[in-house]
């Protein structure tokens, strides 16, 4: 088996144009027609030597004896132009063509079995010493360029064979993490060490989301018109609510009729949680009632299980533990009573129809920023971590909606306003809603890449949301991501072997094979992560749309582990 020595990244744009491969060499040139006579001339004109002749040598007596045949004159001219194709075989008595040099790639067997390949010298195409395989008694033209050979199931495992070493500036420019990793005689690791989850640099993006027991007070017959900041005023710079980057105050509102219900908000402890609301008791003792607006409002302490109700209230078949869902168990002759997700479509269609028809709801038209809030606390309260429950179709609803209110939140601030107005659809409200989309566990890494270009997010802020370099190529990563922590050059090092090694692996299929899934790469694949779009077998169609995030990510993650344990040595 050849073993490829990966030195360095691959030579991709920054800026690739959807659906194509982006290589530095440029695309193949097209091929032109051209009749065996101009081919003959392009040849003769190319190596140096005249058009060759017809003579007498050539001619049959029959020929011979035909009127018009001119000896001397050109093989385009002569007979055989009229009855037969053109032999472009040399002639030792003519002018003949220059022959071709000798490539040698194969010659007798030697002493040990092996047959001599060319040297640097002998082979105008060989620019290294070769390599010899100890597998397959052949040896490479460069242990350089040539890609290691796809192992075929049933051959025993191989060893690894010497290679150079990576040169020292390039070692220079990686991180310590893809140095140790690539450290050994011959700068591969094994399969084991790459699966290993203190080097394997992809994780399934769900599994990041993590419940936490904050302590949750409820604020009862709050005004229709209230905002968030006259919540966070109430209470007081001195409560420990959570920071403003992990949204603590849901406002709830119903989403088909947009009318706004109870106010819950977040602290640190549930001992923080009850001091508020002790405070607030000792208030009203002393006769003071306490207002949000000019309304007086109930302040309790409440819970997890309680908000997480309150904000999917058509989440049927479910009983909530704190933050944590438990899928009660289907029951014969209640279909009502059948869990089918978190959230529907429907909802998330009426959270879009309040903001692009407000004149029809009228509790949204007197708070506009009501549904964008509501989809702030859909985003960040969602279990996310129950990815088992929760389908593509689903999340697409989710992102889908995101994608439109963060567009007519855009729209809306370039709109002219008049001087002194002001709105409650701004720069800070954008921001919240951009935020807690990239922060979202639940959407792919192209997602948040659409979400980021539409917004004019430059590429350095991407990376604060866990981004890979080329997110948009993340095409067929539906639901594993890069692991957090982990050094750029490392996911570039995996990736690359990836693309080989599936390249690699079409590459020895049947020509007509072969040919059908390079035709459905050029529509479906950028191929950064090579043919592994083929690897993971993806179902089509509805099977697709009712796939859960967490099937999604098993077929993923098994596709890596199979490609890297062909690609890489079993032991060193």
Known sequence: M??????GYTGYSHQPMPNQPYYRCPPPYAATYQSPVMQGQAYNAAMGSPS????????????????????????????????????FAPRAHANPFVAPPQFMLQGAPTHDGTRRVATGSDDPFLSSPPNKDRDHGVVASSSRDMLPTVREADESPHEPLPAAPVAPEIRELRSPHLNKLTDGPYGL?????????????????????????????KIKNIPFTTKRQEIIAFFGRNSRILNDLHEPVHIIMERVTSKTLDAYVEFMTLQDAMKAVDRHNSTLSRGRLARLGDRPVEVELSSQSRLMRDLFPLASGVMWKNSEPEILAPIDGQPWTHFKGFITEEEMTMLVKHVEIPHRSPYSKDCPQRPFECMISTIKKLPWHMSDHITIRQRWAVYNVTCKLLQHIRETIRRPRTLGQESTINQQLQKRLLEAAMMCPGFSVTQKDNLAYMMDMPDSKQHDFNQPRFPELWTFEQAICPKPGFPLDLLEWYIAIIREETIRTVNRKPINERSKIETDARKVSSLYFGHLWYEIGYPKGADFDDMTLHKAAALELSAMERVLQRGLPKTK
């Open 2 to 7: 050849y073993i490829h020595q990966y030195q």
């Open 52 to 87: 060759p002749v017809y003579t007498k040598a050539d001619m049959t007596p029959k020929q011979a004896a035909t009127p018009g045949s001119q000896l001397g004159t050109p093989y385009a001219a002569g007979p055989y132009t009229q009855t037969e194709p053109r032999n």
């Open 189 to 217: 690791p094994t399969a084991e060490e790459a699966l290993n989850p203190a080097n394997f640099p992809f994780i399934e993006s769900c599994a990041q989301y993590e419940p936490f027991a904050y302590g949750v007070v």
